[in-house]
Nanobody
Framework: QVQLVESGGGSVQAGGSLRLSCAAS????????MGWFRQAPGKEREFVAAIRWSGSNTAYANSVKGQFTISRDNAKNTVYLQMNSLKSEDTAVYYC????????????????WGQGTQVTVSS
């Protein structure tokens, strides 16, 4: 069982940066693939980024490649999402999730989800 709590969301002007954090409970955090997903108003939840347990593999949605960076600190049971050059279209609720799969970008592969944190980007 893994419990996930996101933090770091907020309001920022276009061009600004935010770093989201996701703190996990559970002794086996380091064995999970971790992902970030987001849901904008009126849209379905979509994949943003994922990182394998070792940090050796990462994946990004095309829409955020080069703009967002996912990282993890297994000693702190925490995964991060550094978001730079934010645009209004990045406005969404951002969710952290954990997967038992070797590596996946598919929502259905993720077993545990946080409650989400709101990111609002104003132009």
């Amino acid at each position: 069982q893994v419990q996930l709590v996101e933090s770091g969301g907020g309001s920022v002007q276009a061009g600004g940066s935010l770093r989201l954090s996701c703190a996990a409970s559970g002794r086996t955090f380091s064995s999970y693939t971790m992902g970030w997903f987001r849901q904008a108003p009126g849209k379905e939840r979509e994949f943003v980024a994922a990182i394998r347990w070792s940090g050796s593999n990462t994946a990004y949605a095309n829409s955020v490649k080069g703009q967002f960076t996912i990282s993890r600190d297994n000693a702190k049971n925490t995964v991060y999402l550094q978001m730079n050059s934010l645009k209004s279209e990045d406005t969404a609720v951002y969710y952290c999730a954990a997967s038992n799969h070797w590596f996946s970008v598919i929502q259905g592969s993720y077993d545990y989800w946080g409650q989400g944190t709101q990111v609002t980007v104003s132009s």
